[in-house]
């Protein structure tokens, strides 16, 4: 069955460290696609990339980059030089043939970046 | 901006009365769903829309009926609320008629059953 962990709950860093957030997800499937939306302390959910499984190529927008690993079943999100805006709820999605492309959430990981 | 707004933002009713939040696109996309979410949870999927009249079940559909007779009103029933659908709702929308496609949100329906 199709899955998707994000093993950290909670991390908090001060104000301009690098941080990464990990997700893992199973499938049984070689076609997917894999997300990440961020959801500020405001509530509403904010697309920021999404991954097919046959590219797997590294992505960098700004400070913003993730890390495809097949071999691993991971697409892991960094944040470089972490501001305090970017605090948020980040969570991670997959969508395969096998779930008739539905989207599998993670529980998603709060992040507190301190100034 | 995906063009989609919910109505209402902020609701409190009480346990055994209906409830309907509707969802609201400008861009004539075909495709939409509902979804719930609830703290320590990522999304999880009540009920889509492939179009005009055409609707299906999502993971958590029990207690929970939806009508589409327009492309652009997506609404989501609650017939009897109960305590347990006390929950943050939101609407998304695909820009293709495609489910692989990137899912887009509106703002969410903070439903609160007493």
């Known amino acids: 069955a199709q899955k998707v962990t994000q093993a950290q709950t909670e991390i908090s860093v001060v104000e301009k460290e690098d941080v990464t957030l990990d997700c893992v997800y199973e499938?049984?499937?070689?076609?997917?696609?894999l997300f990440w939306y961020k959801q500020p302390p405001s509530g509403e959910l904010v697309f920021l990339i999404r991954?097919?499984?046959?590219d797997e190529q590294n992505e960098i927008s700004g400070r913003y980059s993730w890390n495809f690993q097949k071999s691993t079943s991971s697409l892991n999100f960094t944040i470089t030089a972490s501001q305090v805006v970017d605090s948020a709820v980040y969570f991670c999605?997959?969508?395969?043939?096998?779930?008739?492309?539905?989207?599998?959430w993670g529980a998603g990981t709060k992040l507190i970046i301190k100034p | 901006d995906a063009g989609i707004t919910q109505s209402p933002r902020h609701k409190v009713t009480e346990t055994g009365t209906p409830v309907t939040l509707r969802c609201h696109q400008t861009?004539?996309?075909?495709?939409m769903y509902w979804y719930r979410q609830d703290p320590g949870h990522g999304l999880r999927l009540i009920h889509y829309s492939y179009g005009v009249k055409d609707t299906d079940k999502g993971e958590v559909s029990d207690g929970y009926s939806v009508s589409r007779s327009k492309t652009e009103d997506f609404l989501l029933t609650l017939e009897s609320a109960t305590s347990s659908q006390t929950s943050v709702y939101f609407c998304?929308?695909?820009?293709?008629?495609?489910?692989?496609?990137?899912?887009?949100f509106g703002p969410g329906t903070r439903l609160t059953v007493l």
């Open positions: 999605a997959l969508s395969d043939p096998d779930s008739n492309y539905q989207l599998i």
């Open positions: 991954r097919n499984s046959f």
């Open positions: 499938t049984r499937d070689t076609t997917y696609y």
């Open positions: 861009e004539n996309h075909r495709y």
């Open positions: 998304a929308i695909t820009r293709t008629s495609s489910h692989a496609d990137t899912q887009y």
